[in-house]
């Protein structure tokens, strides 16, 4: 598929200027408020809406090496982390255009490779200031709501609708006012049971302005009401000199500005931690909480206490999505959701209603299926005195093995991790046995471990200690609403007692949404996910961001001061000129450094529609930075400040809210390795075109081939 297209300068490092032109495609997706595009395949013709990073580049014809390097970055980054993948294309870049512009400036390679890795170093170490530790945050959720394996509590949820304004959503003297939404629970037959509260929702801020969140919303008294305070650099070992002298002076009895962050501000609720990281999608992490919320009973029930502390798991989380139904279908229910073909419906309606006995197997459900490493015997040959006995029959005299096999142990439920033979599909069918193939193998081990089932690999293997009890098999609701599009397909729900599953099931009309609406939803998971596993999340909105823009100014300020004495104590093993290389160019490295989370900042508050240009976001910034460079302690500036800074950057109309907007963070590994992927990823290819772009070859380039176009 062909987006667009960039002219490319071939004397230039080309490299560099094919990351910066995938980069800018992804532009838009930054920031709470994301511009979707609509991909289209050439062949088929059928449209996807998306807004992520990962499936733009999956579309994309990236016959380049550049961009095949930078597809395997980002699918690399997303398959670990689950989010960050908009950060990280943007700082590519970013820094890609900040690269260029030190080569521009005659700034050597290696300085710049030298500089810009310590730089980033420096600001990994110094945003720890801003970290928030999380405590207790299952203490005072409410697991009294329990269901019993009869019973699916059903979340009704609409991921692409807005908040609208009238709705009860206030933080008040920086208390969220708890609104608990009703949650209809079916019993397996399909009908409402009870009703219980699952969901508290969040501080209400005006749907444009509530999905932008920005430069960290806790504001602490005390530390506003404290001067600002000089701080000492002592995270770098290369930023610090040897012989004592400090970039930064610190006055005498004043303790650290991250000190008191961490004594000073935590995070114990896990409704605000959630809207915290929502980052204006509340539709999908509500979603994602009932999930937690969901999890956190079963592990109650089973323990039968909650003394042990509770972890979520995120492995345990499926999704089922069905275009066609309306979006208020949207849920999440206990359980596992599958589909299966239409034809099943009778057999569905004769197993409904009662525990099955059910089977589990590894591999595949064929009869030619061998497992992983297994040898066929050679130089031997079957020799049959009758006629030959074709492939069919062979298949046939399995698939009647297998039934009998089945018939035996009373097995009205099959679930296989691999392919299912349709004749052996076809037979069961007929024998009132459900087969389902392609199962997860997460789904696979919930089962054995609730219903007691042993996982085999062929079923010839099962005999009675293999065979778990007590699965239901029902419907997700009315037949006659499970219909899927034209594939002709329902959804029916697979429980039992105590199984630690959870479907999050997407509805809505347009096809093209679903995969969007399911990317949404597990980008959320995986960042309350990592929030809940490290303990700690970051102030979020772009105070980690702007922190390291003051930070970098501070830095280069200090070394244009220092002049070439300050860096006497630096590698000490390296060459004169790289020591004096370093001495020279190193502002300059530092600055363009800094211009790509100054690009960032602004770009962010841009797409958010709460300025009219990047220009004039850009303005704000400086102004502020301005103040938190002369303030000498970045960290307590934005802390101290908070309440401008959100105002001006996406809330400005609601200035005399303040006390209202809820808090916003960001977690903080991916985050971070985000930003190391996206500058290794820049100099790799900045050697890379280094060794391309040298001798005498280059110069002698036509001017008339100079120049060509990248499609994209």
């Known amino acids: 598929m062909v987006m667009a297209c960039r002219v490319i300068?071939?004397?230039?490092?080309?490299?560099?200027?094919?990351?910066?032109?995938?980069?800018?495609?992804?532009?838009?997706?930054?920031?709470?408020?994301?511009?979707?595009?609509?991909?289209?395949?050439?062949?088929s013709h059928e449209?996807?809406?998306i807004s992520s990073p990962v499936r733009l580049l999956e579309s994309l014809d990236l016959t380049s090496a550049v961009g095949q390097l930078l597809n395997e970055a980002v699918q690399a980054h997303n398959n670990t982390y689950g989010t960050g993948t908009n950060?990280?294309?943007?700082?590519?870049?970013?820094?890609?255009?900040?690269?260029?512009?030190?080569?521009?400036?005659?700034?050597?390679?290696?300085?710049?490779?030298?500089?810009?890795?310590?730089g980033l170093n420096s600001c990994s170490e110094e945003v720890v200031s801003l970290q928030v530790p999380i405590h207790n945050l299952f203490d005072h959720v409410d697991n009294t709501n329990t269901f019993s394996g009869f019973e699916t509590p059903s979340v009704s949820l609409c991921p692409f609708l807005q908040i609208p304004s009238d709705t009860g959503l206030i933080q008040k003297d920086h208390e969220l006012k708890d609104v608990s939404q009703s949650v209809t629970i079916y019993s397996l037959s399909g009908g409402p049971v009870k009703s219980c509260k699952l969901f508290r929702l969040q501080a209400k801020v005006e749907a444009n302005k509530d999905a932008s969140q920005t430069l960290q919303t806790l504001i602490n008294s005390r530390l506003a009401d404290t001067s600002c305070r000089k701080s000492i650099l002592i995270h770098s070992r290369h930023f610090n000199s040897t012989d004592n002298n400090q970039w930064v002076s610190k006055p005498d009895g004043l303790e650290q500005p991250s000190a008191a962050t961490s004594k000073t501000y935590s995070c114990n609720d896990l409704v605000e931690l959630a809207v915290g990281l929502s980052h204006g999608d509340h539709s999908s992490m509500k979603l994602?909480?009932?999930?937690?919320?969901?999890?956190?009973?079963?592990?109650?029930?089973?323990?039968?206490?909650?003394?042990?502390?509770?972890?979520?798991?995120?492995?345990?989380?499926?999704?089922?999505?069905?275009?066609?139904?309306?979006?208020?279908?949207t849920c999440v229910c206990p359980g596992y959701i599958t589909l299966v073909s239409i034809s099943s419906t009778a057999l569905i309606k004769e197993l409904k209603d009662q525990p099955v006995r059910v089977v589990l197997v590894q591999g595949d459900l064929t009869e030619n299926y061998r497992h992983l490493g297994f040898n066929k015997s050679t130089n031997i040959k079957t020799v049959l005195e009758s006629m030959k006995v074709n492939q069919d029959s062979t298949e046939e005299l399995w698939a009647h093995h297998v039934l009998q096999i089945l018939t035996q142990f009373s097995v009205h439920l099959v679930l296989a991790q691999g392919n299912v033979s349709d004749l052996l599909n076809e037979k069961c069918m007929y024998s009132k046995r459900l087969v389902i193939g392609s199962v997860n193998g997460s789904v696979m081990q919930a089962f054995a471990e609730a219903t007691g089932a042993v996982q085999v690999a062929y079923i010839t293997q099962v005999n009675e200690d293999c065979v778990g009890n007590g699965v239901y098999v029902t419907f997700w609701r009315s037949v006659s609403l499970d219909v899927v599009g034209k594939k002709n397909r329902m959804a029916i729900l697979l429980k039992t007692e105590g199984i630690n599953l959870v479907t999050a099931v997407f509805t809505g009309p347009v096809t093209a949404q679903m995969q969007t609406k399911e990317d949404r939803f597990w980008t959320c998971a995986s960042r309350l996910y990592y929030a809940l596993k490290e303990q700690k999340v970051f102030l979020g909105g772009g105070a980690v961001e702007f922190l390291c823009l003051s930070h970098l100014q501070i830095i280069e300020e200090q070394s244009l001061k220092k002049g070439n004495q300050a860096y006497s104590g630096w590698l000490h093993n390296s060459s004169s000129w790289l020591a004096s290389s370093l001495a020279l160019y190193r502002p300059t490295v530092l600055k363009c450094l800094a211009n790509g989370w100054h690009k960032y900042l602004s770009t962010l508050m841009y797409n958010t529609a709460s300025y009219s240009s990047e220009f004039e976001a850009s303005t704000f910034i400086q102004h502020h930075l301005q103040n938190a460079i002369d303030c000498g302690s970045p960290s307590s500036y934005i802390l101290?400040?908070?309440?401008?800074?959100?105002?001006?950057?996406?809330?400005?109309?609601?200035?005399?809210?303040?006390?209202?907007?809820?808090?916003?963070?960001?977690?903080?590994?991916?985050?971070?390795?985000?930003?190391r992927r996206a500058l290794d990823l820049v100099l790799l290819v900045l050697q890379t075109d280094s060794e391309i772009v040298t001798g005498h070859g280059h110069m002698q380039i036509n001017s008339k081939e100079s120049e060509g176009f990248l499609f994209l």
């Open 9 to 43: 300068n071939n004397r230039r490092h080309v490299g560099l200027q094919q990351l910066l032109s995938f980069a800018e495609t992804g532009r838009t997706f930054l920031g709470p408020v994301k511009s979707s595009k609509f991909i289209i395949d050439e062949e």
């Open 47 to 49: 449209s996807v809406l």
């Open 87 to 118: 950060t990280l294309l943007f700082f590519v870049g970013a820094w890609s255009s900040a690269v260029e512009e030190c080569l521009h400036l005659g700034v050597p390679i290696p300085v710049i490779i030298s500089v810009m890795s310590e």
């Open 288 to 329: 994602v909480e009932a999930a937690v919320r969901l999890q956190y009973q079963s592990a109650c029930m089973q323990q039968g206490n909650c003394s042990v502390p509770f972890m979520f798991d995120i492995s345990r989380i499926f999704t089922c999505c069905l275009p066609g139904l309306p979006e208020t279908s």
């Open 640 to 675: 101290s400040e908070y309440s401008e800074l959100n105002s001006g950057v996406f809330n400005s109309g609601i200035s005399n809210k303040l006390e209202q907007i809820p808090r916003v963070y960001d977690i903080v590994t991916p985050k971070i390795e985000a930003w």
